[in-house]
């Protein structure tokens, strides 16, 4: 066995001593497990038929499934053929069918060939089992170009695979595969690139003249996979969803949408987020089981002067009852956020295998923010940190504004994340509890993170904070450095420690820094 090797043994062992000792002093670090769920009682393969009351901290409506006529027709009947390219077929039994006053659009076993497609009102396209819609990687079949929003910015491009545009009653559903295009396909190679959306598209631009539809030649935006605008009434259910060319269910200015019981694969695909919720309200999510290039569960809500000028939040939304594997957070508000992310509960889940927990991201030009998020029963086996707040970003997207200090000007474009409760959580492995960046003229404010068993690598960095109370917090620790940079109003209450040396070691640094507040905190040497 090398040096290495042992020393990992060595602090695996303390960490894990130090687990027993707080299970052992704590009654609360036993009572904080119960009721959270594992593994096997979450995702897409435990789906129940029926949707349960949806429970939330705010007003929230009793989302029911569509309803649709009983009248069902196949595409086969409208001429779609295994082998060959079934875009007309599948279109005109949809057509078919919202004509007639709705119904069900049949996609029988067997593996279809498809473009674009475009869902109408009262139809439900359901995919039977066995049933898998191919879709294609050439620019005409996604053409003419469709009013969609891009990473939190309007325009015309190739919208989504799947695409609908103000409509009412509309459901993807059954236990059938939508795979999208090969990862060297001409859309992929004519992507734009080279800089983030703000290079391409000026503000001031009317959005009618913001198309990019890759005519004689021309770039395009990425199509998403799935991505109703301006729809009231969504249901996604069932479907299994893989190799997106973007992010995979991305319901846009929408209202009463719900996503149960999907599963998505897109590991290895840059910016293969699974569900991204974009000014988007009364939502639920659950029973999905998400395994993404990019983060698993989004929410986001416009970008930049565009996202401001749009201002329609994400709001009223609910995830209970999902797993999240691989991907780079586990839910994850921002970057986008001019419009405002609130009113968000994500309750019984799982993260196991995912980067990151729970994940607050914006940019000092993105706008709005987050306000009254709150987290309950969720359990986290990470390869990051369990709690993040990355509001500066980089300077390679967001140039000198990356820049900590001086603290700039409150504009418009300035955002903020507020009112944030997390409770009743289990970290079973993880890098740094705590990594909180925020704004120096909006600091991360009124955080509640209380009744957590946690075991990671390194304590925490609280920069630009301003109300934060850790409350019945019991963690295991090879690491025993909390660092300060302008963090005030930080509490630490009924928080059991297990370090090195047996109490933390606070590094403070900044004129706005205060020292912290113990209150009957418990401590102990991982060392004894």
Known sequence: MNTKHIMKSATQMAVLSGLLWLTTVSAQAQAMTDGIPVREEVGALNMPDTIAPIKAPFDMPQLTRPEFNAFTLSITETGAREGKMATKAIQKAIDRVNRKGGGTVIVPAGIWNTGRIELKSNVNLHLEEGAELHFSGNIKDYQPAVFTRNEGVELYSLGALVYANGQRNIALTGKGKLVGPAKDCEIQKR?????????????????????????????????????????????????????TPFWNVVPV????????????????????????????????????????????????????????????????????????????GGITCGSETAGMIRNLYVHDCVFDGTGTGLRFKTRRNRGGGGENLTYERIRMRLSGQPFVWDMLGSKTFVGELAVRLPAREITPLTPTYRNITARHIVVESGTQFIKAQGI???????????????????????????????????????????????????????????????????????????????????MRSLNR
């Open 191 to 243: 992507q734009m690139t080279g800089g983030v959306i703000e290079t391409y598209i000026n503000p001031d631009t009317p959005v009618k003249e913001r198309v990019y539809d890759g005519k004689k030649g021309g770039a395009v935006f990425l199509p998403m996979f799935v991505s109703p605008i301006n729809c009231q009434n969504v249901l996604v259910e069932g479907v299994t969803l893989e190799s």
């Open 253 to 328: 200015y929408c209202d009463s949408v719900i996503i149960r019981g999907i599963t998505v694969r897109s590991v290895g695909i840059p910016r293969g987020d699974g569900i991204d919720i974009e000014s988007t309200r009364n939502v639920l999510i659950e029973y999905s089981t998400l395994s993404c290039g990019d983060d698993c569960f989004t929410m986001k809500a416009g970008r930049c002067e565009d996202g401001l000028r749009v201002n329609r939040p994400s709001e009223n939304i609910v995830v209970r009852h999902c797993l999240a594997e691989k991907g780079h």
């Open 440 to 522: 120096p003229e909006t600091p991360v404010s009124n955080v509640l993170i209380e009744n957590v068993n946690a075991c990671t690598d390194k304590l925490m960095l609280l920069q630009d904070v301003d109300g934060m109370t850790l409350r019945n917090v019991s963690i295991a620790c090879p690491d025993s450095l909390v660092k300060m940079v302008d963090a005030r109003g930080i509490t630490f209450e009924g928080v059991h420690f297990a370090v090195p040396g047996g109490k933390p070691v606070i590094e403070a640094e900044g004129e706005l820094n205060r020292r912290p507040a113990f209150v009957r905190c418990l």
